[in-house]
């Protein structure tokens, strides 16, 4: 059974901090990994997605990386600001099976002034 | 924002009582999912729907029916609510099977159920 973790469960950071938020899954027959954003009281927005074939993905401010031999994936966020305060989840597509995605329980981001 | 929406947004049931969410949407799309998230366990998939009336079971589907007989409407119901399954839950959708990097999946602002 797919299991994804999130290190650490909470963090926080002054403001224009670079940070990386970690993200682990223990079976690495993935389809691709997305990163989501989610706001107290909201639902989710998808953030990146990373096919199993690529290495990275950026937009923005932010870049994910993917190392599905090691089963790591890390989202980097380049000089964050208080809007960027929310928690951050990852998700793994399996290989096969459909669109159906096991979640890491997040990690809480409260970016200070 | 994607077309979705879910109703009711808050709900307080007693033990033993059938609810029924509604998770409606305008994007057409074809694949729609159930999900409730928990302290401690993040979002875990209940059912899911690839068709009109085409339904599979997901990781935590025990407790919980659903049934899609429109492309626009997915219900799932609680035959007769626990305390356990009191959550956030949350709809959502996908056009496709996730064949592509933009076959994400939207989701809906959640119900918020709490069975005393």
């Known amino acids: 059974k797919q299991e994804v973790t999130q290190i650490p469960a909470a963090l926080s950071v002054p403001e224009g901090e670079n940070l990386v938020l970690n993200c682990s899954f223990t079976d690495s027959a993935i389809y691709n990994l997305q990163w989501f954003r989610q706001d107290p009281g909201k639902g989710l927005t998808s953030l990146l997605l990373i096919q199993s074939s690529q290495r990275e993905q950026t937009s923005g401010r932010l870049n994910a990386s993917l190392d599905k031999s090691s089963g790591r994936s890390t989202l980097y966020i380049a000089a964050s600001q208080p809007g960027d305060s929310a928690t951050y989840l990852c998700a793994v597509r399996p290989t096969g099976g459909g669109n159906k995605l096991t979640f890491g329980t997040g990690t809480q981001l409260k970016v200070e002034l | 924002d994607a077309g979705i929406t879910q109703s009711p947004r808050h709900k307080v049931t007693e033990t033993g009582t059938p609810v029924t969410l509604r998770c409606h949407q305008t994007?057409?799309?074809?694949?729609m999912y159930w999900y409730r998230q928990d302290p401690g366990h993040g979002l875990r998939l209940i059912h899911y729907s690839y068709g009109v009336k085409d339904t599979d079971k997901g990781e935590v589907s025990d407790g919980y029916s659903v049934s899609r007989s429109k492309t626009e409407d997915f219900l799932l119901t609680l035959e007769s609510a626990t305390s356990s399954q009191t959550s956030v839950y949350f709809c959502?959708?996908?056009?496709?099977?996730?064949?592509?990097?933009?076959?994400?999946?939207?989701f809906g602002p959640g119900t918020r159920l709490t069975v005393l």
């Open positions: 994007e057409n799309h074809r694949y």
């Open positions: 959502a959708i996908s056009p496709r099977l996730g064949l592509a990097d933009t076959d994400t999946q939207y």
